[in-house]
């Protein structure tokens, strides 16, 4: 096919359509992902104090 | 004025005016010049991130690949496709999260953020200064190079308008100029290459025709195996070849920063699409050049030509200007990327973090800008003694940042026992292993690309992090936060890091607004 060996054809058209498929099932399978697009929800109120990691956390 | 040399100046005046556009939103402060404010969609990322990792390679050494290896060269083109979509679904949105929840600025200091240690960041800066600099050298030597072969100004001078054109537009616009100027260098780079690829297969008539000619020259080079043939054929090149366009680019400092540049987390699913579009229609088309130039150009002495060869020979002198600007927006448009983060490494992350930690953030932007026009003369300078085989260190430095960065990245948002001994260790043998791998000739020894050393990187990493975790705990504020990490969902506000170069681990905002506010920028 378009005087190219069949291991050529094989592999370039191959790999390529295996990259298609990642791309599409990674779109598809992360349609959730909307659920970040939100604002965050001003908790300052809501925090307890162990919620808050200690500054200690330097090194 | 011939007509290329038209088009280049519209090429040049309109990304300068998009550099003066961008300066208003690009200057407000420190996220706006480094990271645009954190607004960028889903097209200008993914053009952004592919177009700055594709560099006047892809029109100088891919059409070399083609013309010499045959379809062979296509290996490197196989990993590249899939880059630009394994970057952002590796690390997209997981990175924007961590890189927001830490108040991360560069992708620098995010490491440092994530593995906490002042000597994360002296490690990690100097070698992606290092590394980075000598891969801008070879994009303004390429740009004085292909600037001096069309227009006929002498190299220096040449080079010298290359350079000033991307300093004008990053210097005031930051971040915001250089992913816009790259978006549109992307659109230009692709309508260019395909011009040439389409305009290429008429001369030859056709694909077949032009492939049975090939052929006739030497079948070999009509396989994935080398003019060799299969007998000869390298398989650790081979897999250095998948490998370094594919994983490579998610060790890249420049590439990375688009993630946290990102107006959200879930612009990396549609910017995904994007990317791979952009891909398949762009990256396959030098290396089919290059290998049909062996019909069109059978005597071609410099292979890195064959590209523009053939577009001066196929096609009208109107579109060979429009190849030739799509030629430099390929080179801009990663020279521009390289020096702003090599810019905002020296400032930010070395002076800043180092030096003077008290500087605002309006000073923040101007030393970051002043660093680019620095680094941007330093370069120029060196890049005209046009010193030997400075092409050969620029492919080499691109190498340490994949297997010097890649495992820390990667393992930064996917795996919450990756330490700071882990990253440390990983980072510096990730640049020691392909040094000593390429000068000690255990490259020609094993046929196995140094790429291939960030296997080694990520051991490393691994190893040293289950050795040292109790010695050296990953800190619970770090854990907490890439727990929420791996959640989909909005940020908590407590968990929202105050911006403050001066630490090594952040201190949440809510901390801030309980104690001191002084000091600290944070983000509300």
């Avoid at chain 2, 992708?107 to 980075?132: D, N, Q, V």
């Avoid at chain 2, 069309?150 to 537009?169: D, E, H, K, R, S």
């Avoid at chain 2, 992090?465 to 407590?494: C, F, M, W, Y």
Wanted: hydrophobic share 50%; glycine share 10%; aromatic share 10%.
């Amino acid at each position: 096919m378009f005087g190219l060996p069949m291991a050529t054809i094989l592999i370039i058209v191959g790999i390529p359509l295996l990259w298609i498929a990642y791309t599409l099932i990674f779109f598809f399978s992360t349609r959730g992902w909307s659920r970040e697009d939100v604002e965050h929800p001003d908790d300052f109120g809501d925090a307890t104090p162990g919620a808050h990691p200690a500054a200690g956390g330097a090194s | 004025m011939s007509i290329e040399v038209i088009f280049l100046i519209v090429y040049f005046v309109a990304m300068a005016g998009i550099g003066l556009w961008s300066v208003r939103a690009g200057s407000k402060d420190e996220e706006g010049f480094l990271l645009g404010g954190r607004s960028l969609g889903p097209a200008v990322t993914a053009l952004r991130l592919q177009s700055s990792s594709m560099s006047g390679y892809m029109f100088q050494g891919a059409g070399s690949l083609g013309y010499t290896n045959g379809y062979f060269g296509l290996w490197y083109a196989m990993g590249d496709i899939g880059g630009g979509v394994l970057n952002l679904s590796v690390l997209g949105r997981r990175m924007r999260k961590l890189s927001q929840m830490l108040g991360s600025l560069t992708s620098i200091e995010y490491l440092e953020h994530r593995y906490p240690s002042a000597w994360t960041r002296a490690i990690a800066a100097p070698i992606g200064l290092g590394c980075m600099f000598m891969y801008v050298l070879s994009q303004f030597i390429a740009g004085g190079q292909g600037l001096e072969m069309v227009t006929g100004i002498p190299f220096q001078w040449a080079m010298l308008v290359a350079i000033g054109v991307i300093v004008l537009y990053t210097f005031l616009g930051g971040y915001l100029a250089v992913a816009y100027t790259d978006f549109v260098q992307a659109i230009v780079m692709v309508i260019g290459m395909l011009w040439i690829l389409i305009g290429t297969l008429i001369a030859v008539g056709g694909l077949t025709a032009g492939n049975e000619a090939v052929g006739e020259i030497n079948p070999n080079l009509l396989t994935m195996w080398g003019p060799e043939g299969f007998e000869s054929v390298k398989w650790g090149l081979v897999i250095g070849a998948l490998l370094i366009f594919s994983i490579g680019y998610m060790g890249y400092p420049h590439v990375n920063v688009s993630h946290m540049a990102m107006k959200k987390p879930s612009v990396a699913r549609t910017a995904a699409l994007y990317s791979t579009g952009f891909n398949l229609l762009f990256v396959p088309a030098p290396y089919l050049v290059g290998v049909m130039a062996l019909v069109l150009l059978p005597n071609l002495a410099n292979p890195e030509m064959a590209v523009f060869g053939v577009a001066e020979l196929v096609l009208p002198n109107f579109a060979v200007g429009i190849v030739m600007a799509a030629i430099m927006a390929a080179i801009m448009s990663t020279a521009d990327a390289l020096l702003l983060q090599t810019g905002t490494i020296a400032s930010h992350d070395i002076f800043k973090r180092f030096i003077n930690k008290n500087i605002t953030e309006k000073q923040s932007v101007w030393v970051s800008r002043i660093t680019v026009l620095i680094f941007a003369t330093v370069g120029y300078i060196i890049a005209t003694t046009r010193a030997p085989g400075i092409a050969d260190v620029v492919l080499f430095a691109t190498t340490i940042l994949g297997t010097a960065f890649v495992p820390a990245y990667v393992a930064a948002v996917w795996w919450k026992k990756a330490n700071t001994a882990g990253a440390i260790a990983s980072m510096i043998v990730g640049t020691i292993v392909p040094i000593v791998w390429e000068l000690g000739g255990l490259t020609d020894l094993t046929s196995v690309d140094p790429m291939a050393s960030v296997a080694i990187s990520a051991l490393t990493l691994v190893i040293v992090s289950l050795a040292t975790q109790k010695a050296n705990p990953v800190p619970a504020h770090i854990h907490e936060i890439l727990v929420e990490t791996d959640k989909v969902g909005p940020i908590p506000a407590r968990l929202a890091m105050g911006q403050n170069s001066g630490l090594a681990a952040q201190v949440p905002v809510a901390e801030y607004s309980q104690t001191d506010r002084a000091g600290g920028a944070h983000r509300d």
